[in-house]
């Protein structure tokens, strides 16, 4: 195996190890034996724990962002785009105990600044997806989608905060899936509602 395979293995098992237990109980002795490799090949690519930690936190938002891409590149319809996309995102974060974000928030506060200017970065993402669903009569004509986009991200970015959930004791998952829906009611028109529809009932959703 390629160096460049063995660091996709230990962040993609990283990934994993941390989405089932959290930052807190994380160590490489039970990576290094959930991947069947020693301790020192692991240290080889990653000096510390820390340093570990924060490669495969990007590690999963380079996730994220290859679902953008892959979507925007793949999906015609822009309507469904903003579907896939944030149903992508509700099926990540779902993965994640509110108490889990509560702890990464907690013991690595300067990673999670750079989730929120993760989530800000894809402003421009957003503006163009709805922007297109308007001008192709997927989307209501009387809104201005640079303020809706703008809104729509900046209202994410300060609500959907691990304390939020915490303190309203909402799950994760299905949370963001209903805001996902009723920002949809509110922007798309019947056309665009109908292909999302579509969408929906083809998979399951």
């Not at 820390?50 to 309507?79: G, Q, S, T």
């Not at 509700?90 to 990673?111: I, N, W």
Request: aromatic share 12%; charged share 25%.
């Amino acid at each position: 195996m390629n160096q460049e395979n063995q660091i996709d293995q230990i962040l993609t098992e990283g990934f994993e190890s941390v989405a089932d237990g959290g930052v807190r109980s994380f160590t490489v002795d039970a990576l290094s034996k959930r991947l069947a490799m020693s301790k020192k090949t692991i240290y080889k690519f990653f000096p510390t724990k820390e340093n570990l930690i924060h490669c495969i936190m990007h590690f999963a938002l380079d996730r994220i962002n290859n679902v953008f891409k892959k979507v925007m590149k793949e999906e015609p319809n822009p309507a469904v785009q903003y579907i896939k996309i944030m149903e992508a995102i509700c099926t990540f974060a779902g993965r994640h105990s509110v108490h889990k974000l509560v702890e990464l928030k907690s013991l690595y506060p300067q990673f999670w600044e750079e989730v929120e200017t993760f989530r800000m970065s894809h402003e421009k993402d957003f503006y163009k997806i709805l922007k297109s669903a308007q001008e192709m009569g997927l989307a209501r004509e009387d809104i201005d989608m640079k303020m809706a986009s703008i809104v729509y991200v900046n209202i994410v970015n300060s609500t959907f905060q691990p304390e939020f959930f915490l303190k309203n004791d909402l799950p994760i998952g299905e949370t963001i899936r209903g805001f996902v829906k009723v920002v949809a009611r509110g922007i798309f028109n019947e056309k665009g509602r109908v292909a999302i529809n579509q969408y929906y009932e083809k998979n399951r959703i």
